[in-house]
């Protein structure tokens, strides 16, 4: 037991170096940076040298308190990274912008409708396209594929399936749940949590580890966010600020795609083993047999009514 608590502690103390404390304190290094600078000499490296070998020249106490105020600041910034960028996930997802209150529900429904007309008129291009390399294969002849590809493109970089995010993201992930429903008749929200169940823990891990990166490129969203501030003492802050916006966009675009891409796989590829372990036909009767919900409302019923200050008796 005391091995295992062992490792754990120090799982938990790698963890917390590097996702709070080392982005934290590059982050640290910046301010300092930003306040010794200011806008008017923002890369005099010379200054920068200058005024830190200023603070090491001090007592031992000093340097100790120094360093501990600097890890615990590192760490309240890793820890506000992480909590923008879970915000930062959640609002990209989009999986409940319908719940938005107003006025972000009303711009993502904006959103939404802005990018299902878009891709109504690729789909359709592409289609148009692809019933001409038809006629032209049947005919004996056979078109430029370069075209039809290129109308392909247009239509994934909107949505792989009709729009119903305001996010590409959200749309990659959502359309694994439309393939699945529409291949295999299969609720994914549904059938997810018992075919979980059947997955080795090689898949499991390839899932959380996918998963995890899209995370991580929320996070450098949060970075993002964190790294405004700066901007009013120091304007390259503005750059870090934009660059981490441009990766942490790529890596979600990238992570989703993957993401998406494996847990379609897995249902796939696992779906017929829980329809055959469970017992059911097909996709609709495994989703009908897991799914649950309350039962309709008795017109006769009373409310319940309970007594102020008055305990409910047990069941």
Same mark, same amino acid.
């Given at each position: 037991?005391?091995? %295992? ?15 709070l ?20 000499r923002? %890369? ?19 340097v100790?308190?120094?360093?501990v ?40 429904n904006a ?19 692809s ?9 004996g ?11 392909y ?8 399936e ?40 090689? $898949? ?23 790294y ?5 003492w120091w ?10 916006v ?17 847990v379609?796989?897995? $249902? ?25 919900e ?15 200050? $008055? ?5």
């Open positions: 037991m005391t091995g %295992f608590l062992s490792e754990l502690g120090k799982k938990l103390a790698e963890r917390w170096l590097t996702l404390v080392l982005p934290g304190a590059l982050w640290v290094v910046f301010a300092a940076a930003a306040v010794m600078l200011g806008h008017r923002p %890369f005099d490296v010379g200054a920068l040298i200058t005024h830190a070998a200023e603070w090491t020249r001090t007592t031992n106490e000093r100790v308190i120094l360093l105020a600097l890890s615990a600041t590192a760490a309240i910034a890793g820890l506000a990274a992480q909590a923008l960028g879970s915000a930062a996930e959640r609002v990209t997802l989009a999986a409940n912008w319908r719940m938005w209150r107003l006025p972000w529900c009303w711009l993502a959103l939404v409708l802005r990018r299902e007309a878009m891709w109504t008129k690729a789909h359709v291009e592409y289609y148009r396209l019933e001409l390399a038809y006629r032209a294969l049947v005919d002849g056979r078109m430029n594929p370069g075209q039809r590809l290129r109308a493109q247009r239509r994934a970089r909107i949505a792989p009709r729009p119903d995010r305001p996010t590409w993201c959200g749309d990659r992930l959502n359309a694994a749940a439309v393939r699945v429903d529409r291949d295999l008749r299969v609720d994914l929200a549904t059938v997810w949590p018992s075919l979980w169940l059947l997955l080795s823990q090689e $898949v499991r891990d390839e899932l959380a580890a996918r998963r995890q990166g899209l995370t991580r490129g929320a996070t450098l969203i949060g970075w993002a966010i964190v405004v501030p700066l901007a009013a304007w390259p802050a503005i750059l870090i600020s934009a660059g981490c441009v990766a942490g966009r790529y890596r979600m675009r990238a992570a989703s795609d993957t993401y998406g891409e494996l379609e796989a897995v $249902v796939r590829t696992y779906v017929g083993d829980l329809t055959t372990k469970l017992g059911v036909p097909n996709g609709d009767a495994l989703t009908a047999l897991l799914h649950t309350p039962p309709a409302p008795d017109p006769s019923a009373q409310p319940r009514r309970s007594t102020p200050g $008055v305990a409910e008796p047990d069941a």
